[in-house]
């Protein structure tokens, strides 16, 4: 019997380039209080959004992914035709098939690459990062963009007091290549499958057809319950994300956790005991939680204000619908 070659399986992987797309629409808290009958007040309290971005019709989950896709291209000095894979993550990507992927790998140029979706929901950005650094250290490929791109407007219902003010739009992408040096820390990930109730889709899709009034299917929450399982849940996944990197509190630069509630990432910060020098990313405020893409918009604003350098040690925490999550350590490229 003749014996199997096997894929050089002696490189690590590393994040090689970074891009975003936001939405020009910027929507402050007063567009959508009266709605559910709120305040500006009532929603900073509960979760620090002050305001949010919202994609127009021509702004989509191809187009936004497309432009942040160019961008991390640009920044990791690849051509797209040296993608071999592109990975997207998204719940908002409303076709249920072709993939966003095969058609944003087309719009991008490339040459045939393998191309995907995930449903990970919030985690789905940190899953793409996990498979892709897997991917090039076993050897099926060199340069993989992983895309997280939500347009959660298109499925949120303006008068549900749990959502209304929380979720919203934009893209981030990275590219993920081959290094000398360890770039990207082993993932901790898993789900809580008994409890995937707390975040999901609100109608069946053969409920809408069947209806009187078809209208979008929307997201729903149960807050009380996923603030209380973030906030210490992901803690202690954190840390095991550290003890897999080999590194301490002190040694990470940044924390980058999925952007869902500003009170979240406080009480994940005090469980970790994170030192005063770690700084903390807030995209939030002023970006809503965009899912999939919260993680990648993040670190960019971070890059923007001064808070991340290339070469720090950014420690990654996802999780929402499923629920889902991962946390792995990276250098920020």
Not at 19 to 44: H, K, M, T
Not at 152 to 164: F, H, K, V, Y
Not at 202 to 209: K, M
């Amino acid at each position: 019997m003749a014996t199997l070659a096997a894929a050089d399986t002696s490189t690590y992987a590393a994040l090689l380039g970074l891009g975003v797309y936001r939405p020009a629409r910027v929507v402050p808290n007063s567009e959508v209080v009266e709605a559910i009958d709120s305040s500006d007040e009532w929603i900073q309290q509960r979760s620090g959004i002050r305001t949010r971005r919202f994609a127009g019709p021509d702004e989509t989950v191809v187009s936004m992914s497309v432009a942040a896709s160019r961008d991390a291209l640009a920044q990791a000095g690849i051509d797209a035709r040296q993608v071999d894979a592109v990975i997207v993550a998204t719940v908002s990507h409303l076709l249920q098939t072709p993939s966003a992927a095969t058609m944003i790998a087309h719009q991008l140029g490339t040459e045939q690459p393998a191309a995907f979706d995930i449903s990970a929901a919030c985690a789905g950005f940190s899953h793409g990062v996990a498979l892709a650094n897997d991917m090039i250290r076993a050897g099926s490929a060199r340069h993989v963009l992983v895309i997280g791109v939500e347009k959660l407007s298109e499925i949120t219902d303006p008068t549900d007091r749990g959502t209304a003010f929380i979720f919203a739009d934009g893209a981030g992408a990275v590219v993920v290549g081959p290094s000398d040096t360890p770039g990207i820390g082993p993932v901790v990930w898993g789900s809580d499958g008994e409890q995937y109730d707390l975040i999901r889709q609100r109608e069946d899709w053969r409920d809408v057809i069947a209806s009187d009034a078809p209208s979008m299917p929307h997201l729903r929450m149960e807050g009380n319950a996923v603030f209380r399982w973030a906030s210490y849940s992901m803690a202690k996944v954190a840390q095991q994300a550290m003890d897999r990197a080999g590194v301490r509190a002190e040694d990470i630069d940044c924390f980058v956790p999925h952007q869902a509630n500003n009170r979240i990432t406080d009480a994940m910060a005090r469980a970790m005991k994170l030192p005063a020098s770690v700084r903390i990313a807030r995209d939030i405020i002023d970006a809503g939680n965009t899912s999939a893409a919260s993680i990648p918009l993040a670190l960019q604003r971070m890059a923007d204000d001064g808070d991340a350098a290339s070469g720090d040690l950014a420690l990654l925490v996802a999780f929402g619908a499923g629920l889902a999550y991962a946390a792995q350590v990276v250098v920020v490229p």
